[in-house]
């Protein structure tokens, strides 16, 4: 009878320990904190904010005590939600409030978002009598359409004020300061012999790769059914942080992802560039990046920029095979790291 009371109260206090369990078990989900009251969660794509409420103290019955303190928490968590969301990370160098400032569509997406899209994840009402609560903003949708329209319009903005200023000042300046480019009007220099060589090659290439696509049955090619259907890149080691406008770029090369095409299709869409977590075995079975993503090993961060990652020569170059194929156009990318 003993044994059995033991058994009983041992049983009993491991389903009691199981939730604290599972709250101390390590997340794959890439959680930052911002503030003391917000957090950014990279691998969902939100904002995360808690607001704290108290009931006033000449009101008599407990019920519409705890209704105002959980109203009053509720505003302290959206006021909250709004402060986190804008140091949320454009690129290494821009917040959401930055973004804000310049721009009304920003300004106003975000503000409709926290009206209409904010929801509450929790409402706990403590012994004291007050009431915490925590809510959830989308950064996909409206807000990610917004700062990559923005993001966009800045940088055209400022390769149209760039050609206008080196227009206007060409003429005022001495020969040797302007580039060549420039100083050649009449007569452009010749480009060297290798550049036509190598124009001629990637011509060849190409009509090669368009030729195996239009064959592919006949030459007995993966079927579509194996083809890769997302990225993983692994940037475990490296010095990388997250932020709305992670750049994939050659060693020794210039940037490779997101491209163009990436680009209007984040700002069309709403969704991220990319996705991060923690975990390489969780972000295989991430349905952004379907049953069958591929893995590609960064290097390391590139120069002080750490958005953005470096890959090797030959995953530069698969990946941008696989790009002029078409990978990507319906595919998505997550980031590994530590």
Known sequence: MKREMLYTTVLYAA????PQIAAAQ???????????????NWSKATVEARGIG???????????????????AKVDAQRNLLETTQGVR??????IRDAMVSSDLVRSSIR???????????????????CVVTMSLPLQGHIASAVYHQQESSQVSLTNR????????????????????????????????????????????????SWLGSHRNELGSVAAKGDPTGLIIDARGSNFIPSMSPVIRQIRGGPIYPDSHAKQQAEQHGQLISLFMRDIMMAQKHPR????????KALRTW??????????????????ALIHQGFLKNAGVIVVMD
Not at 90 to 95: E, F, P
């Open 54 to 72: 108290v009931p006033p103290d000449n009101i008599r019955y407990q019920a519409k005590r705890n209704a105002l303190s959980c109203l009053a």
């Open 26 to 40: 390590p997340s794959s989900d890439m959680v930052e904190m911002l503030g003391t009251a917000g957090s950014v």
């Open 112 to 130: 409709g978002t926290l009206r209409a899209g904010a929801r509450i994840l929790r409402r706990q009402l403590q012994p004291d009598g007050s």
């Open 162 to 209: 760039l050609s206008t200023w080196m227009h206007t000042l060409a003429p005022s300046l001495p020969h040797w300061m302007i580039p060549e480019a420039e100083a050649a009007v009449t007569a452009p220099p010749m480009r060297p012999a290798w550049q036509d060589e190598m124009r001629k090659f990637d011509m060849r290439l190409s009509r090669i790769e």
């Open 15 to 18: 389903i009691l320990a199981l």
């Open 289 to 296: 990046v379907g049953e069958r993503p591929i893995i590609l």
């Open 303 to 320: 120069g002080t920029t750490r958005t953005s990652l470096v890959l090797g020569k030959a995953s530069s170059k698969r990946l941008q």
């Open 90 to 95: 454009i690129d290494s160098t821009t917040l």
